[in-house]
Structure formats: C-alpha cells, structure tokens
C-alpha cells in the first residue's frame, strides 16, 4: 500500500520561507515525475513544481525563481523549498508521483498527499 506523506506547511509572512517535505512508504515503479500542486480556495489545482528521475525540473511561471524542487536521498522523497512567499501562494499543496502511461507499457497512475496547507500572511 502506497502512502504520501507530506509536512512542512504553516503560517509565515510575506517575503518568508517554508520548505514542504513528501516521502512515499511502499512499492512504487514506473515513475514519470513527482511533483507539488496546490489549490487555492474556488480555484483549480495547478501544478507547481515537478522533477524527473533524471532531475530534470519544470515549474509553473509564477513560482520560478523563488521556488525549489528536489529530491531527497532516501527513495521517493521530494522536498520544495519556498523562498520569497507572497498571499498569492497560500493554498493545499499537494505531492504527487506520476506513473505508467505509454512509455512503460501499463496504465497511467497518480499517486497523492493528503495535502498541507500553506498561508502567507501578515
């Protein structure tokens, strides 16, 4: 049984710092990325950040230069280190592991955190 795990997320004030952790328990295979999203309230959950197995990285426009997406050490570990907060980033945000689809041969399949929240606020 795969489980996501994040922590990390709170109340901090603009122009502050957060850094979200994610470890993933159990068996995972055939993975594309893993990723954070987030959901504002009344909005649609966007992608965030994103790395690949080779640590290729993608992020949404609004966050590049201030945000940071790695991966740990230990197996399915992601972090996203968030510098230089503004209210627009409050939000869940969300991890997530994208696996399968064509190119392994088995069907598509994402894996998510239960989410933590994030508020930057003064």
């Known amino acids: 049984q795969v489980q996501l795990v994040e922590s990390g997320g709170g109340l901090v004030q603009p122009g502050g710092s957060l850094r979200l952790s994610c470890a993933a328990s159990g068996s995972i295979f055939s993975i594309n990325f893993m990723g954070w999203y987030r959901q504002a309230p009344g909005k649609e959950r966007e992608l965030v950040a994103a790395i690949t197995s080779n640590s290729r990285t993608n992020y949404a426009d609004s966050v590049k230069g201030r945000f940071t997406i790695s991966r740990g050490n230990a197996k399915n570990t992601v972090y996203l280190q968030m510098n230089s907060l503004i209210p627009e980033d409050t939000a869940v945000y969300y991890c997530?592991?994208?696996?399968?689809?064509?190119?392994?041969?088995?069907?598509?399949?994402?894996?998510w955190g239960q989410g933590t929240q994030v508020t930057v606020s003064s």
């Open positions: 997530n592991i994208n696996t399968g689809g064509s190119a392994w041969s088995r069907p598509a399949y994402d894996y």
